[in-house]
């Protein structure tokens, strides 16, 4: 089984921990697994998951922290990228290869809960 950490959050977007400290990035790995619950109704423990439910809490907390750095906003899977501290962003990659990625997972996710039914 496979566990988020705030550096994996991290590493997805290239920020360091000045700009992403520890306690937020845990907030928004939170959020993150909630939303993947929300999404799937199952029970989803991001410190002991699939490799596939890490990767979708990863990457969801990474935009969640692209919002919170730009002053944008997030509400499960809507999001939008404010104008603040836009430097920041030359090192992200293009908020719709994460949304793109985001979405894959999921679909491949949400394939295995249906199969279990």
């Not at 990863?58 to 104008?83: E, K, P």
């Amino acid at each position: 089984m496979a566990s988020v950490t705030v550096d994996d959050v991290r590493d997805v977007i290239n920020v360091s921990s000045a700009e992403i400290p520890d306690a937020k990035a845990a907030k928004m790995i939170k959020r993150a697994e909630v939303t993947l619950e929300l999404e799937t109704d199952e029970e989803i423990d991001y410190s002991n998951c699939t490799d596939a439910e890490k990767e979708f809490i990863t990457v969801l907390a990474a935009i969640y922290a692209v919002c919170y750095l730009t002053g944008g906003s997030a509400v499960g899977l809507s999001f939008s990228v404010g104008d603040q501290n836009v430097s920041v962003l030359s090192k992200v990659p293009p908020l719709e290869v994460l949304q793109a990625e985001l979405e894959r997972v999921l679909n491949g996710i949400k394939g295995v809960y249906l199969g279990r039914v």
